[in-house]
C-alpha cells in the first residue's frame, strides 16, 4: 500500500499562480508548493490555468510598464525609447501592427519616425482611458 494520490489544494493552485507571477519555472513553483518537481509534473494538470493566468498577468503588467516608460522617453525625447519601442512590438500583441523591419532586419529611418508617430498616438490613447488597438484578448 502506498500513499493516498496527491491532491493540490486551493491554497497550492495559488501558490503556483503566485509563483507564476513572479516568474518562476515550474521547478521552483513545486519547490514554493512544498512537492517534488516529479509530483508537480504528474500533476501539472492541476495547476495549468493558474499558472497561465500568473504568466499572462504577468506580462500584461511588464508590458504596462513598459508602455509607460515609452511615454516617459518619448517625452523626454530619451534614446532609450527606441529600445522600449522593440520590446514593445515584439512582446505585445497590441502593438504587432508596428511592423518596423524591411527585408535584411533593419529600421529605415522614414519607418521608425512613422512608428514612433503611430506608438505615440496609441500612448495619447491609452493615457486618456482609450481601448488599445489589437487588445481583443
Known amino acids: 500500500m502506498g ?3 496527491y491532491q493540490p489544494s486551493k491554497e497550492h493552485i495559488q501558490c503556483a499562480y503566485n ?5 518562476l519555472n515550474g521547478e521552483e513553483i ?22 497561465k493566468k500568473g504568466k499572462d498577468e504577468a506580462d500584461d503588467l511588464n508590458i504596462t ?4 516608460a515609452l511615454m516617459r ?24 501592427s508596428i ?3 524591411d527585408d535584411k532586419g533593419s529600421v ?16 495619447d490613447m491609452t493615457h486618456k482611458g482609450g481601448e488599445r488597438p489589437g487588445n481583443d484578448k
Do not use: C
Not at 112 to 122: D, G, P, R
Open 19 to 23: 509563483g507564476a507571477r513572479k516568474g
Open 65 to 68: 510598464k513598459a508602455e509607460n
Open 3 to 5: 500513499r493516498d494520490a
Open 73 to 96: 522617453a518619448i517625452d523626454r525625447k530619451q534614446p532609450n525609447a527606441t529600445l522600449t519601442m522593440f520590446y514593445l512590438v515584439n512582446r505585445s500583441p497590441r502593438w504587432h
Open 30 to 51: 513545486a519547490k514554493a508548493i512544498g512537492i517534488s518537481y516529479a509530483t508537480f509534473n504528474r500533476y501539472k494538470d492541476n495547476f495549468r490555468e493558474a499558472i
Open 108 to 123: 529605415p529611418p522614414d519607418k521608425l519616425e512613422k512608428a514612433m508617430q503611430s506608438m505615440s498616438e496609441i500612448m
Open 99 to 101: 511592423n518596423l523591419r
